[in-house]
């Protein structure tokens, strides 16, 4: 059974950094693209950052050159790096990865930008 289990959000003023970590299990975690998104209230969920097995990144134009996404294969953990954070990130955060036909997906992790 996959499990995916995101850490690291919180509440940060404007400008501040913050390190999401998604911890992985029950999927041999190296060989699969791993995938940030994220959902603001009343918006749909969008795609933020996108990681695969060979560590490939691409990101979504509004968090390019901001955000980064990394992954520990001996850790089965992605992460990802948000700097110079916006009120406009504030969203709920999910890790998510698809192992043949099924799509899974993490709790969510809450970020708050305000000052």
């Known amino acids: 059974q996959v499990q995916l289990v995101e850490s690291g959000g919180g509440l940060v003023q404007p400008g501040g950094s913050l390190r999401l970590s998604c911890a992985a299990s029950g999927m041999m975690f190296s060989i699969y693209p791993m995938r940030w998104h994220r959902q603001a209230p009343g918006n749909q969920r969008e795609l933020v950052a996108t990681?695969?097995?060979?560590?490939?990144?691409s990101y979504a134009d509004s968090v390019k050159g901001r955000f980064t996404i990394s992954r520990d294969n001996a850790k089965n953990t992605v992460y990802l790096q948000m700097n110079s954070l916006k009120p406009v990130d504030t969203a709920v955060y999910y890790c998510?990865?698809?192992?043949?036909?099924?799509?899974?997906w993490g709790q969510g992790t809450q970020v708050t930008v305000s000052s």
């Open positions: 990681i695969t097995g060979s560590s490939r990144t």
């Open positions: 998510n990865t698809n192992v043949g036909t099924s799509n899974y």
